[in-house]
């Protein structure tokens, strides 16, 4: 039975779980006390669609390389407050689905890769790779910095429409453009901006398009079906808004994240010409399997099924801190820990659940995370379509990381 009650929040209707749950083919058999430990994750998962801020849910979790789970609940479209469409397409582990933010993880290995081959140094200037980028101060700018999140761009200042993020070219001339704050020094995070100059190196530097980088290097070794900057083929799963209906603070955090607010961002995410773009810091389509499957090859030293597609110490200086302890974040206003590349869990408080020190992963657009453990050996990817910063979702998610970092030793 659907549920169509509606309260302070933003919330979606929810079906029993029985009727919208799908499971990937892959999932091992296991001996019974873990399983257990299998449907206590399921119950939480099921407890995060459970609570209306969330469409659709999508997750998969490998322990020691072995998939444990791939399930996937609720909608790919249809049934949201907004539509009213008839007949809602159920979402499935094979499903693509946006991973936003998480795309500057894959990013980050690009690079990486031309560091492994010799052909740029992450000491290399911005400038180098195109002089116009370094006025105003810039010209001092490295791919370290804005790997690690300081290069003192981490919004694009001007105003321009929202739509300006469909012309690549014009993003371009606009961060050539802006003036830096705290470059080098100042931790902020760039939601969007050093995704495009990164990207543009790796063009520069081989010559082909990014997704041809990516088909060559990662796509294709690992088997992917999708996981492309980008969309093409089925239609992805749309992204809508939940969460508290006074989205005033959630506004102006978005704006100080990302230079728009929540309602305007989701409009922008199920906008086709969205799907048409390259954006290098966040429009990779994926499934959970996918993106678990890209975390496993890094957890594996960069090796998939005797293929390896990146040294094991290429893969250990990209998930290597480059401080001690977290540092307030400028533009998240909360501490993190950085790599040359991902965020890093802490031992208590973490992205990735408690006691998950050495966790290395990445946030997508608020509840979307993927990651890898070495302590636990485990790799994961949750995918989520509701966009909330606040809601009734909170405990669920933290009792979700909570017993997969205890039931998974």
């Not at 705290?182 to 997704?211: D, K």
């Not at 499934?287 to 960069?302: D, S, V, W």
Request: glycine share 10%; hydrophobic share 35%; net charge neutral.
């Amino acid at each position: 039975m659907t549920r169509t009650r509606w309260l302070s929040t933003n919330r979606v209707p929810t079906a029993h779980p029985a009727e919208v749950a799908s499971r990937g083919l892959d999932e091992v058999a296991l001996p019974p006390e873990r399983e257990r430990a299998r449907e206590t994750v399921w119950q939480d998962l099921q407890g995060l669609y459970r609570s209306g801020m969330f469409p659709g849910v999508s997750f998969c979790l490998r322990h020691q390389g072995r998939i444990i789970l791939d399930r996937s609940l609720g909608h790919a479209s249809g049934q949201y407050p907004h539509h009213g469409e008839p007949d809602p397409e159920t979402l499935t582990p094979e499903t693509p689905i946006c991973l936003f933010s998480a795309s500057k993880a894959v990013t980050a290995m690009l690079i990486h890769h031309l560091v492994e081959a010799g052909e740029i140094s992450l000491n290399d200037r911005v400038a180098r790779f195109f002089p116009h980028y370094g006025r105003h101060g810039k010209d001092r700018t490295t791919l370290a910095h804005l790997l690690t999140h300081r290069a003192g761009i981490p919004r694009i200042e001007e105003d321009v429409a929202p739509e300006t993020l469909f012309e690549p070219d014009r993003i371009m001339e606009v961060l050539c453009r802006a003036r830096p704050r705290g470059l080098g020094r100042r931790q902020s995070y760039h939601a969007l901006t050093g995704g495009f100059i990164l990207g543009e190196v790796v063009e520069r530097v081989t010559g082909e398009a990014l997704n041809e980088v990516l088909d060559r290097v990662i796509r294709e070794p690992l088997g992917m079906e999708h996981f492309r900057f980008g969309l093409e083929g089925p239609d992805a799963a749309e992204n809508v808004v939940t969460g508290l209906k006074n989205a005033g603070l959630m506004d102006r955090y978005m704006r100080h994240a990302v230079g728009t607010g929540l309602e305007e961002v989701v409009a922008l995410s199920n906008d086709p010409r969205f799907r048409d773009v390259v954006i290098p810091a966040g429009n990779l389509y994926a499934t959970a399997e996918e993106a678990g499957r890209f975390y496993q090859m890094l957890l594996n030293g960069g090796e998939w099924q005797g293929r390896q597609l990146f040294r094991p110490e290429t893969v250990q200086r990209a998930i290597a801190p480059v401080t001690r302890r977290p540092r307030l974040d400028r533009t998240l206003l909360f501490p993190l820990r950085y790599s040359q590349g991902f965020m890093l869990g802490e031992r208590l408080v973490s992205l990735y659940g408690p006691g998950t020190p050495q966790a290395f992963g990445h946030l997508g657009f608020i509840t979307i995370i993927t990651w890898a453990d070495p302590q636990r050996s485990l790799s994961g990817a949750l995918l989520t379509t509701g966009k909330t910063v606040i809601g009734p979702h909170l405990p669920n998610l933290l009792k979700f990381q909570y017993d997969i970092n205890r039931l998974w030793q």
